[in-house]
């Protein structure tokens, strides 16, 4: 089993609707993010959470929220997709090993 | 800021030949750094990394990277290319409370 899980792999939604990105890990982290990555543009930090009682905003928090549900999910909602939002996304855990990404959520919205 | 820059944004060898990336970072103490490989649909996967106990770091597959605190450099070279390689390679900065990505340099291998 993976270290980093994320749920779905891939993704078709429509304008408007909600959707969830999930993401576990068997780590043991505490420490756990979300990037979304363009062409061009690398990976760009959404939120970061350090522990469970601990969410911040990252670069381009507009549009997202999260919720850390325990030490090792983090899941990530766009309340209303916009076509813009269409992206990769990667959830990722750090420790002292480094840093651990999951396999990417590809998000198309239509 | 504390930032990476990836000086190129595609490579392009031959098979065989050496490859080399190109990082820069900007910082007033020596960072944490690291170069992750995304291949076509893959997650990414970390080949090396850098925390200033030996400037020159040896990765996965062959890659290494050498960090030069006078150049404020962490380029990442290989002697020889394979046809594996072609991927898309990112330098990052780890910090404190998070990380910062290169844009990436996407390599390609001529047979």
């Known amino acids: 089993d993976a270290d980093v899980t994320q749920t779905p792999r891939n993704r078709i939604t429509k304008t408007g609707k909600r959707i969830m990105l999930e993401c576990s890990q068997t780590?043991?982290?505490?420490?756990m993010y979300w990037y979304r990555q363009d062409p061009g543009l690398g990976l760009r930090l959404i939120y970061y959470?350090?522990?469970?009682?601990?969410?911040n905003k990252g670069e381009i928090s507009d549009g997202y929220s999260v919720s850390r549900q325990a030490q090792a999910k983090f899941s990530l909602s766009l309340e209303s997709a916009i076509p813009n939002q269409t992206a990769l996304y990667f959830c990722?855990?750090?420790?002292?090993?480094?840093?651990?990404f999951g396999s990417g959520t590809r998000l198309t919205v239509v | 800021a504390q930032s990476v820059t990836q000086l190129d944004s595609h490579v392009s060898v031959s098979e065989g030949t050496p490859v080399l990336l190109r990082c820069n970072y900007s910082?007033?103490?020596?960072?944490?750094l690291f170069w992750y490989v995304q291949h076509p649909n893959k997650g990414l996967q970390l080949l090396l990394k850098?925390?200033?106990?030996?400037?020159l770091v040896k990765g996965i597959n062959g890659f290494e990277a050498e960090f030069k605190k006078s150049e404020t450099s962490f380029h990442l070279t290989k002697p020889s290319a394979h046809m594996s390689d072609a991927a898309e390679y990112f330098c990052?900065?780890?910090?404190?409370?998070?990380?910062?990505f290169g844009t990436g340099t996407k390599l390609q291998v001529i047979p």
């Open positions: 990722a855990t750090s420790g002292r090993d480094g840093y651990t």
């Open positions: 780590k043991g982290h505490d420490r």
């Open positions: 959470s350090f522990d469970v009682k601990d969410i």
């Open positions: 910082s007033s103490y020596s960072p944490s």
């Open positions: 850098y925390t200033s106990a030996a400037t």
């Open positions: 990052v900065r780890g910090g404190y409370q998070k990380v910062t």
